[in-house]
């Protein structure tokens, strides 16, 4: 009786492809996948069963290059290419580096002087068998031993991504350690590289997996209730006890998407527009920032026309930095259009730096500051500023001072001089830290959502539990079929479904039937 309402729930999980259809039940160890379409066959295609290989390094001259084989003959291309001295065979010893001779197979002429790795399915990056050869990169090297593989019949060279394609279908990674594999490899600032390692060491995957663990826990309250009834079988209130699991799973969702878009920004670079009307020094901080004359400077006001941008590291993070047209009132057509877009550049970034001239701004007999209309329609609480050419007032006002009026990211600076700017920059970048960064002891924590499809799916699951609640108990029948959705939506940003944790959650939290 209990295993037929635990089976039918089973049943009702199995969607996508199965690895082991005809078993029905997944051992706990194995995972199932789901791919992006339910329907597709991807799983153990004829692509997959066949060994591949491929250059893992770069082409060109450096020590060493490595050529990765994976598949159920990695084995035996071993057997064929991996020699001694005396071109014999060497036994594999795995995961051990052995130094060998890279023979080709049919002539058997020795191609290289290499070391030769074996690593047994399924430890290995694929889980299948995985051999590497580290030969030396040269590029005739390279290709003899390329053509040596390619002479053997059960191997062919792999496509772009399929060595990581069978990792993941062979469950070493899910698709979240997938992007952060590929985000690692292409990081170019410190927090990227931070939330990319995060992300490929499987910290996103935890994180999720037990979301999507808890929604089913949920969601295994309601099927017990649908399949038993409260009251005789079951303890008394647990639908309320669901509920207000699902409340609380709604308000984790909410928390990682209320981030501010932490990780999806540090992928793809914070914007940061550097605005303020002509004259200020909008460039001279462009070129301090690049530390090089990447814009025209002078002092003709409207010299700068056109964005500028400028992809930099500061403080280890990434950052499209654009230099904007000065904003005024003007009949010049090309300025006029230039500061339409400086207005939509501000509008659209994650920082904006607005710079003002300090002698303009500042009315040293009243100590107030005066910010021009045209500025002030675009500044916000976020909004920073840089008062610059202290150098050109006697006695320049102290930054407290002006904190008063523009809050507390403002600074006074001299890009002429110098005067201030070490002390800015390194206070303007605690500040970004502050509001963006990874790193658990300087800012914040490491998000969770760092593409833009985990965000989506998360959206999703947050719907389906607001519609879960929408429901009485004497619709839970209903109610049930939107947890499973929230489930299946927690589960595709992974693209794992495992069956057993449903099992399990229901067996070990009910005392069903005696
Ligand atoms: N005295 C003084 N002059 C400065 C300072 N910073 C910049 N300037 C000068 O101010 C003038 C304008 O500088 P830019 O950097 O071109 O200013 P901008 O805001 O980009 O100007 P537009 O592109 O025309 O809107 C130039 O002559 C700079 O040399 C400063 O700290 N002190
Ligand atoms: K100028
Ligand atoms: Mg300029």
Redo the contacts with the bound molecule.
């Keep these: 009786m209990i295993r037929r309402n635990a089976s039918r729930i089973l049943t009702k999980f199995s969607i996508g492809n199965s690895l082991n259809v005809s078993s029905g039940r997944c051992s706990s160890s194995q995972t199932r996948f789901l791919h992006n379409d339910p329907n597709s066959d991807l799983v153990l295609s004829d692509v997959q069963k066949k060994t591949i290989y491929a250059l893992s390094t770069p082409v060109g001259k450096a020590g060493v290059a490595v050529i990765r084989v994976s598949g159920p003959d990695a084995l035996e291309v071993w057997k064929n290419v991996v020699k001694n001295n005396s071109k014999q065979l060497i036994e594999p010893e795995p995961w051990k580096m052995q130094r060998c001779k890279i023979v080709h197979p049919e002539r058997n002429e020795a191609l290289d002087d290499a070391l030769a790795v074996f690593f047994k399915s399924p430890k290995s990056f694929t889980t299948e068998d995985v051999l590497e050869l580290h030969i030396h990169s040269g590029r005739a090297i390279i290709s003899s031993v390329l053509a040596a593989l390619s002479a053997l019949p059960f191997c062919r060279l792999a496509e772009p991504g399929e060595f990581t394609r069978r990792a993941f279908n062979g469950g070493r990674l899910d698709l979240t350690q997938v992007e952060g594999l590929k985000d690692l490899i292409e990081a170019e600032t410190e927090s990227q590289r931070r939330i990319a390692l995060q992300a490929a060491g499987g910290a996103s995957r935890a994180g999720f997996e037990h979301l999507r663990s808890e929604i089913i826990h949920c969601l295994a309250m309601v099927e017990a209730l649908i399949d038993f009834g409260e009251g005789e079988d079951l303890e008394e209130g647990v639908f309320e006890e669901a509920r207000t699991k699902a409340i609380q799973l709604n308000k984790a969702i909410r928390g990682h998407l209320e981030d501010g878009r932490r990780g999806e920004i540090i992928r793809s670079g914070l914007r940061l527009a550097i605005f303020?009307p002509?004259?200020?020094?909008?460039?001279?901080l462009l070129n301090f920032l690049a530390q090089r004359e990447a814009a025209i400077?002078?002092?003709?006001?409207?010299?700068?026309r056109d964005i500028l941008e400028l992809s930099l590291d500061i403080g280890g993070l990434p950052l499209i930095v654009a230099d904007t047209?000065?904003l005024r009132t003007t009949d010049d057509l090309v300025e006029s259009i230039g500061i339409e877009r400086a207005r939509n550049m501000v509008q659209g970034s994650n920082v904006a730096l607005c710079?003002l001239s300090l002698s303009e701004i500042y009315d040293t007999t009243t100590s107030s500051v005066h910010i021009p209309p045209s500025i002030k329609e675009l500044i916000t609480t976020e909004t920073c500023f840089l008062l610059?050419?202290s150098?050109?007032l006697t006695t320049p006002p102290l930054e407290e001072q002006i904190r008063k009026a523009l809050g507390q990211n403002a600074w006074i600076v001299?890009?002429?001089?110098g005067q201030g700017t070490l002390e800015f920059l390194r206070a303007f970048e605690d500040m970004l830290k502050q509001r963006y960064d990874a790193d658990g002891d300087q800012g914040a924590s490491v998000p969770l959502v760092t593409h833009a499809r985990h965000r989506a799916h998360l959206i999703s699951a947050s719907q389906f539990i607001d519609s879960f609640l929408q429901y009485p108990s004497e619709d839970i029948v209903l109610g049930a079929e939107e947890l499973r959705y929230a489930a299946q939506s927690v589960g595709k940003i992974g693209g794992l479904i495992d069956v057993e944790d449903i099992l399990d959650a229901v067996f070990r939290d009910f005392c069903i039937g005696k």
């Design positions: 303020g002509p004259n200020a020094g909008k460039s001279s400077v002078t002092s003709v006001p409207g010299t700068t047209a000065g710079v610059n050419k150098d050109l001299s890009l002429e001089s």
